[in-house]
């Protein structure tokens, strides 16, 4: 299927470069692709790729650590896809502390990545028997996204994008 093409596609194109950041973000677009193909191990091995080379990365410029986080969301994803819940809960929990940290420098841009990433926390955490921390996470990603909600929809009456202006009523 796709998957399979994708992954054809991916191995060509890393083994045609040798800048780490290009093999990060194909590793890294290849485990989100195998991930939603179902194929969590296969998506896991990518997500580690990607994870170590970003670590690297993000010591030396900080603006590989985003993606460093999201590298993270999607190894701990692939585990917890394959069954292996505890072994995601610490790395979705490292994600979380990244995009915390992005979030509270720039919550215009990393708001809806830190409640994503606090959902997905506390979906495992639950998985593991963590109830009242998965509840603890999963209300503070709600509660962060009713407010970028709220915001979206105050911008888009303020700037006229509301369905009836644009005629869609």
């Given at each position: 299927?796709?998957?399979?093409?994708?992954?054809?596609?991916?191995?060509?194109?890393l083994a045609r470069t040798t800048d780490p950041a290009e093999q990060a973000r194909l590793n890294s677009a290849l485990s989100y692709r195998l991930i939603n193909a179902g194929r969590y191990k296969?998506?896991?091995?990518?997500?580690?790729k990607a994870v170590d080379l970003y670590r690297r990365l993000a010591q030396t410029d900080d603006e590989y650590k985003s993606d460093l986080a999201?590298?993270?969301d999607i190894l701990g994803a692939s585990l917890a896809g394959e069954g292996d819940s505890d072994k995601a809960v610490p790395i979705m929990a490292e994600s979380f502390k990244i995009y915390n940290e992005l979030a509270q420098d720039n919550p215009k841009a990393y708001e809806r990545f830190l409640a994503h990433s606090l959902g997905h926390l506390g979906s495992t955490l639950s998985k593991v028997g963590k109830i009242d921390e998965a509840l603890t996470f999963l209300a503070r990603a709600a509660t962060i996204?009713?407010?970028?909600?709220?915001?979206?929809?105050t911008e888009d009456i303020i700037?006229?994008?509301?369905?009836a202006e644009l005629g869609n009523t």
């Open positions: 299927g796709a998957a399979e093409i994708v992954d054809r596609l991916a191995v060509r194109r296969d998506a896991a091995k990518a997500s580690v999201y590298s993270l996204q009713i407010r970028i909600d709220k915001k979206s929809d700037h006229g994008n509301d369905a």
